[in-house]
């Protein structure tokens, strides 16, 4: 019961684009905030998140709200953080093009799409492609930089995704 309440109170997003804001490609799973709070003075925003960070600088962290050490009842934001550059002691990972080419040259077929994949991600997509040429589906445009759009940010709040602003993963391969 208690595993089907915690799988049951997340939110997952993914959002893609071209020419956002940000050049990054990551899973975002948030989870809904506990019905017990710890802290008094908590800003409601602050959830609770996985993130898979596919690129650049490929990581695996989970953000969470902790209690500060010591006697205070304080919480700061931090995160348990696997960051490849620093758990794998390489000078250079490859990034996404140089493995492809590198499986090609091997014969390394496991990372590729197969035949009937390909031909059912066109049947799917082909009619929405041909609706979109012909004016018959609305599609939502963005400004050049933009992190998002009202609309995706609505439709995000609606499933339970609340954006937290005050927090920023920092890089720690990165000196700050």
Known sequence: DVYKRQ??????????????????????????????NL?????????????????????????MVTKKPGLTNEYEVSELDL?????????????AYERLILD???GDHNLFVR???????????????????KGALDVEKYEFGARSTPK???????????RHSGYTWKDPSKKQ
């Open 39 to 63: 802290y008094q003075d908590l800003d409601p925003t602050i959830r609770n998140e996985l993130v898979l960070r596919v690129g650049p600088e490929e990581a695996i962290y989970l953000k």
């Open 152 to 162: 995706t940010d609505e439709l995000l709040k609606k499933a339970g995704f609340v």
């Open 83 to 95: 960051t490849y550059k620093n758990r794998f002691e390489l000078k250079n990972i490859p990034d």
């Open 104 to 106: 090609v040259l091997r």
């Open 7 to 36: 799988v049951s109170t997340q939110s997952t997003g993914l959002k893609a684009g071209k020419a956002l804001n940000e050049k990054k490609i990551e899973v975002r799973i948030q989870f809904k905030a506990s019905p017990f």
């Open 115 to 133: 035949n009937d994949e390909l031909l059912e991600a066109w049947r799917i997509f082909t009619p929405l492609l041909h609706a979109i040429d």
